[in-house]
Each structure stands twice: as structure tokens, then as C-alpha cells.
């Protein structure tokens, strides 16, 4: 089966997971229009950095400054936004996250600095930068150096009428049609000019990166830069390159958290480290585009419907969660997996016996959903990952 294909599979698994669980726990925000909603505008940040990361560390260069690259897009993108509107709020928070990946690629690729403490010095360097700017230049406005004057948001659109026909559907309150229908609401409603974007970012990074000579390149410089410098390929050039595009991304990551409807002007500590949760989406989706939207969409799910929801949705999504491991359990007898099958079958009893002793979970917890998430996904999707060859190692001409 091709890898799309797969994908499809195991979106329509997790659909009637979600949908069995909502009917049998009584729970319908698993599926509802807001959860959904509210869950794309959570993932778009976290694809967006993740996107960064993939461009970057395509061309070998491991970027761990992806938190600090959002920090720096989401205060330019705030000083821009409030004086001309969201558009010029975008392309600021683009330039200034370009920026970080300017100096990360200046300490790595030029100089030679150990990709890893490149990245936690950007890290440390967006945070400090962004504070001094925000008490120079938006205390005055504010009279709070920690948050900006109000930013104009995009306006909204929505598919009509396929979305009112949808809401009907929805409210009848039948079993799979009604999810399906919230599901497919949540995503044609109220959607940004900035989620489209961050949509369409996903299948040209695709053509450009797997289907044209420049991102044949770039990728050679992440498998075998010494083998790409003897045919021709300038090395210092690609990567370069490939990093500032990936800061870029990653300041649109920072605009995402304050132009879209409903969201906040710029916050100290707005991102909340969804630069590092873009990075666990990168690796889940074992450096892919297609892995890191499900990687994305998983992760903003998460964090969408303990917002929205709190500690009693999240346990029905504990339930469907044992669900889909009793799946994997009856595909790993058939494979005869025996291992992997008491290791899934011990993971979903400890879930159902979390489901079972608690009424609701506490929010101290649920607060950190994604996170935990974040956690248990690495730790399930280790197994299968291939980086690309030379992600991380030093190179040098000749």
C-alpha cells in the first residue's frame, strides 16, 4: 500500500475510534465542530515550526532553535501587525524568524558550532531580544512590557452552504453521521487565509524538497555532503538556504499564535514550547510532510479538546485510545508479535484502568496533554525512524 494510502487508513481508524468512543462514553465533544476547530487552529503553529524543522534538517542541519525562531516571528509579527494589519504582521514574523535561522546557520554551517548548542543559544538569544524590544518599544503603547498593543486579526471564511448542511447533521445527533459531519465542519468553517497557507505549505514542500533538482540537492547535502560537493553541488549554498527558509517557517509559527481569529496579541512566553513540540511532529513523522500533519493534527487535537473540553472529554479520549489498541493488538496476533502484543495489551489496560478510577481528570494535568503526548509518541515511533544520514554532523570543504 503506498505511504498515502496508509495514511488515509489510519485517519478513517482514528475517526471511528472516535466516533465509537463519543457514543459509548456520551461524550460528543470528541467529535464536535468547535473541537475541531479549535484543534486546527492549535496544530498550525506546531506544522508550521515542524515544517521548518523538515527543510532544515533535510539538509543535515539539526535546528533546535525552532522555539526561539517562533519567539522572534511572533514579536515581529506583533510590532508590524498592530501598525499595518495582519499581512504585513505575516511577512514581518517571517523576516525575523528567517533572521534566527540566519545566525544558527552562520554558527553551524560557517563556523562549525555543535548544531545542538547553536540551537539552545537561539533559543536563550530570541527570548532575551524579544523582552528588551518588548519593554523598548511596546511598554510606551501598552503600559505592559510583557504583551503588545491589540493586533488586527484575518478575517474568517467559510464554506457555504455545505457548512449549515453540515450543522443540521450534526445536531441530529446520529451515530457516525453526526461525527463525521462535526469532524468535516470544524475543518470548512471559520477557516484563515493563514490556515490555507499553512495547508498549501504542506504539498510544496513536498514537490520542492522530493520533486525538483534544488530540493534533490538540498537533500543530497543531508545524506552525503562530501558525495554532493564532488558533483557539483554547492554544499555551504543548499544549507544556507534550507535554514533560513526553515526560520522563516517557523516566525510564520509565531504569526499563527496571534493573526488568527481569537487568539492574542503577543504574550511573553506565547509559545509555550510549540517550537519543540514541531520538532517531536518532525520526528514522528519520521522527517516527511505528510507524518508531520498527522504529527501536527494529533498534537493540536490534544491540546484543542482539553481546552475546550477538560478533564472528562480527555478521559473518553483515553477510552478511544484503548479502542485503537485493541486493534493494534488483534493486527500484532495476527503478525505474531507476541512482545509487541502484551506490551499494547499492558498499555491499554493501564488506560482503561485510568479511565475507570477517575471521573475527571485534574487540570494540572490535562493542561500538559500535549506534552505527554508528545512523550508517548516519540517514545512508540523510535523504533521505525530513519534521519537523514549527515543530519547533525560537521561539515568542511575538501
Not at 487552529?41 to 522555539?67: D, K, Q
Not at 518588548?134 to 484575518?154: A, G, Q, Y
Not at 558525495?227 to 534550507?242: D, F, P, R, W
Amino acid at each position: 500500500m503506498p505511504s498515502w494510502g496508509t495514511g488515509l487508513l489510519l485517519v478513517a481508524a482514528a475517526i471511528v475510534a472516535l466516533s465509537t468512543a463519543s457514543y459509548l462514553t456520551g461524550v460528543p465533544q470528541l467529535t464536535s465542530s468547535g473541537t475541531f476547530q479549535t484543534a486546527v487552529l492549535l496544530a498550525m503553529p506546531i506544522l508550521l515550526a515542524g515544517l521548518g524543522g523538515l527543510w532544515s534538517e533535510r539538509a543535515g542541519v539539526v535546528n533546535i532553535g525552532l522555539e526561539g525562531m517562533m519567539i522572534l516571528g511572533t514579536w515581529g509579527g506583533a510590532w508590524a501587525g498592530y501598525q499595518w494589519g495582519p499581512w504585513a504582521g505575516l511577512v514581518s514574523a517571517a523576516v525575523f524568524g528567517a533572521l534566527g535561522g540566519l545566525l544558527h546557520a552562520i554558527a553551524t554551517v560557517t563556523f562549525g558550532v555543535n548544531h545542538i548548542v547553536s540551537g539552545v543559544a537561539i533559543n536563550l538569544l530570541g527570548a532575551g531580544v524579544t523582552k528588551y524590544l518588548s519593554t523598548l518599544l511596546f511598554l510606551p503603547v501598552s503600559n505592559n512590557p510583557r504583551e503588545s498593543p491589540p493586533v488586527p486579526k484575518f478575517d474568517t471564511f467559510s464554506l457555504q452552504p455545505i457548512g449549515d448542511w453540515l450543522a443540521a447533521l450534526e445536531n441530529e445527533q446520529r451515530v457516525g453521521i453526526s461525527d463525521v459531519a462535526g469532524i468535516l465542519r470544524g475543518l470548512v468553517t471559520h477557516v484563515s487565509p493563514l490556515t490555507m497557507l499553512a495547508l498549501v505549505l504542506v504539498p510544496v514542500t513536498y514537490l520542492v524538497l522530493w520533486r525538483s533538482r534544488f530540493g534533490l540537492r538540498l537533500r543530497s547535502c543531508g545524506e552525503n555532503p562530501v558525495a554532493a560537493e564532488s558533483l557539483g553541488v554547492n554544499v555551504y549554498l543548499h544549507k544556507y538556504a534550507a535554514v533560513i527558509i526553515s526560520g522563516a517557517l517557523a516566525g510564520l509559527g509565531g504569526a499563527a499564535l496571534l493573526l488568527n481569529p481569537g487568539q492574542a496579541g503577543y504574550l511573553e512566553n506565547q509559545t509555550n514550547g510549540r517550537g519543540y513540540i514541531g520538532l517531536a511532529a518532525l520526528i514522528f513523522g519520521n522527517w516527511r510532510p505528510t507524518g508531520l500533519l498527522g504529527g501536527a493534527a494529533l498534537f493540536g487535537y490534544a491540546d484543542g479538546l482539553q481546552l475546550r473540553s477538560g478533564g472528562g472529554a480527555v478521559l473518553a479520549l483515553l477510552y478511544a485510545a484503548v479502542l485503537a489498541l485493541g486493534v493494534v493488538v488483534v493486527v500484532q496476533l495476527w503478525r505474531r508479535r507476541w512482545v509487541a502484543t502484551a506490551v499494547t495489551v499492558s498499555g491499554a489496560l493501564i488506560l482503561y484502568w485510568v479511565y475507570w478510577s477517575f471521573d475527571e481528570l485534574p487540570s494540572q494535568l490535562t493542561t500538559y496533554l500535549p506534552h505527554l503526548v508528545t512523550l508517548v509518541v516519540l517514545a512508540v515511533s523510535a523504533q521505525r525512524l530513519r534521519p537523514p544520514a549527515a543530519n547533525g554532523v560537521e561539515y568542511r570543504r575538501g
